[in-house]
């Protein structure tokens, strides 16, 4: 009751204008969910990255979720993942082209993105539907599919941030991690499109292990087991901050079979000693509606 009531007068504050919510005059796309955990928000905005850079100048602001520092902070590829937060990190190194920034405070970060990278032309925010003190150009809001969030519950019953009619906020909805075969869903006349995993999977012959650290390690295990000849798999919590130990524990495990993590994870032990050891598989989107999502997304960001 406490949770509800708190998230529900803020919303009605920013609602009526109580509490002030700031426009940019660079657009602004903001990427998030109603829900706790993962629904591919990450791997969202590298689609993003992919599909855009060539048209802007692109600047990503995350919080940066359990960093070991605060304030803002550039995002470099040869920074520790304590202190930018692993997602930031992993979008960095896959596009080292592309500025990457951590801050709490988004309004702070993203002006201090313009005022020192006066260049970028498109900021997009990772994980910030309820960061309200930002109006966004355009406000993605995803969904796992098989689990919507009109089906889901607040906090602490439930997975829900806030209340479900918070999605009103949002230009689209993306339901994430769709089967192949699927039911259109739909939500208040609002514009859906849908989102399917693709795992890039390196060829590999031998006997491997899995491991990873996930918000839901339970599709990555059975991918594995789909894909390659799995003898044994370990879980970890979302975001795990991997040390030594934990390598040197894995390698000892899996005897001789490969380790094999997500891309998210690799990013927390390529510094580690027998990361030589491991392979990784990234994650990406594809994304299908009825209408074309990239035209879509540049229509509603001019």
């Not at 992919?50 to 304030?71: D, F, P, Q, V």
């Not at 000892?252 to 027998?274: F, R, Y």
Request: hydrophobic letters at 40%.
């Amino acid at each position: 009751m406490l949770y509800w009531a708190g998230t529900t007068v803020r919303n009605i504050f920013y609602d009526l204008g109580v509490l002030k919510s700031i426009s940019f005059e660079v657009p602004i796309l903001s990427v998030g969910n109603l829900a706790v955990g993962g629904s591919g928000k990450t791997p969202l905005v590298e689609f993003l990255i992919r599909e855009l850079k060539n048209e802007y100048h692109i600047a990503i602001l995350s919080r940066g979720y359990g960093r070991k520092t605060r304030g803002f902070l550039w995002v470099e590829t040869n920074i520790s993942p304590e202190k930018t937060g692993d997602e930031p990190l992993q979008i960095k190194t896959k596009f080292n082209d592309v500025a990457v920034a951590v801050c709490e405070d988004r309004v702070a970060g993203a002006k201090r993105i313009l005022a020192e990278k006066p260049e970028i032309n498109l900021v997009i925010l990772d994980d910030a539907f309820q960061h309200r003190a930002i109006k966004p150009s355009l406000q993605l809001l995803l969904s796992v599919y098989s689990k919507p969030f009109f089906y889901d519950l607040l906090l602490p019953a439930g997975r829900l941030r806030e209340r479900r009619n918070g999605a009103q906020r949002a230009d689209a909805i993306i339901f994430t991690k769709c089967t192949d075969q699927y039911t259109p869903l739909t939500w208040e006349n609002k514009t859906i499109f849908y989102s399917k995993i693709v795992y890039q999977n390196p060829i590999l012959d031998a006997l491997i292990y899995g491991f990873s650290g996930l918000a839901d390690n339970s599709p990555f295990k059975n991918h594995l087991a789909k894909t390659y000849n799995l003898v044994g798999f370990k879980a970890y919590s979302d975001h795990f901050s991997f040390k030594q130990k934990d390598l040197d524990d894995l390698i000892t495990i899996a005897g001789s079979a490969t380790l094999v993590c997500t891309e998210k994870d690799w990013i927390k032990i390529k510094h580690l000693n027998g990361q030589e050891k491991v392979k990784y598989i990234t994650i990406c989107h594809t994304i299908e509606g009825t209408s074309d999502f990239i035209p879509w997304v540049k229509k509603h960001l001019h």
